[in-house]
T-cell receptor, first 115, second 116 residues
Framework: KAGVTQTPRYLIKTRGQQVTLSCSPI?????VSWYQQTPGQGLQFLFE???????NKGNFPGRFSGRQFSNSRSEMNVSTLELGDSALYLC??????????????FGQGTRLTVV | GENVEQHPSTLSVQEGDSAVIKCTYS??????FPWYKQELGKGPQLIID?????GEKKDQRIAVTLNKTAKHFSLHITETQPEDSAVYFC???????????????FGQGTRLTINP
């Protein structure tokens, strides 16, 4: 069974540009969450999608957005990039069926560097 | 909102000894507590989890304990091996969220080094 797949693995962007990251969840998983990991702030929750709807959102500015497609694949977008957006962006997928199925499995992440 | 504190930030133990990492959480509504292991260049890997209706859970050399009254939970690794060296994260998730919703609040991480 394939794990969570994130593409691309590495990205270098310039300040002011925008970027789109992609995540394919484990087959059958309907929930996709996104996290930002930095040395200073650790792992921080960005948002979660389920059945193409955003169910939860973290404390990030509106420049960070996402969406989920009917096949559960998800994308996140960051517009007007800032140097501080440099981070490892992690996607996690979960079966999310009822209260007992909340195990989240992470992909390897996309390393974004803003220069 | 929910806050998770994790200690220590670094831990060095001799191979074969035990390692203990502790976390406290602030939201009494939290009901799910996973632990993740992250190796260099990889995403976090779920190694064990515990729910609020259980006080302890064990899987081979790894065990997790939960004290709901004190709002803290701990990871215990026995008979440590060099391959246990990694960064470990605790996390908590609240049942106040709609059923099945996924929002993990992570601790700051513990860098565990196993010395041969």
């Amino acid at each position: 069974k394939a794990g969570v797949t994130q593409t691309p693995r590495y990205l270098i962007k310039t300040r002011g540009q925008q970027v789109t990251l992609s995540c394919s969840p484990i087959s059958g998983h309907r929930s996709v969450s996104w996290y930002q990991q930095t040395p200073g702030q650790g792992l921080q929750f960005l948002f979660e999608y389920f059945s193409e709807t955003q169910r939860n959102k973290g404390n990030f500015p509106g420049r960070f957005s996402g969406r989920q497609f009917s096949n559960s694949r998800s994308e996140m977008n960051v517009s007007t990039l800032e140097l501080g957006d440099s981070a490892l962006y992690l996607c996690a997928s979960s079966l999310a069926v009822g209260d007992s199925k909340t195990e989240a499995f992470f992909g390897q992440g996309t390393r974004l560097t803003v220069v | 909102g929910e806050n998770v504190e994790q200690h220590p930030s670094t831990l060095s133990v001799q191979e074969g000894d035990s390692a203990v990492i502790k976390c406290t959480y602030s939201d009494s509504a939290s009901n799910y507590f996973p632990w993740y292991k992250q190796e260099l260049g990889k995403g976090p890997q779920l190694i064990i989890d515990i729910r609020s209706n259980v006080g302890e859970k064990k899987d081979q050399r790894i065990a997790v304990t939960l004290n709901k009254t004190a709002k803290h939970f701990s990871l215990h690794i026995t008979e440590t091996q060099p391959e246990d060296s990694a960064v470990y994260f605790c996390a908590a998730s609240s049942k106040k969220l709609i059923q099945g919703a996924q929002k993990l609040v992570f601790g700051q991480g513990t860098r565990l080094t196993i010395n041969p």
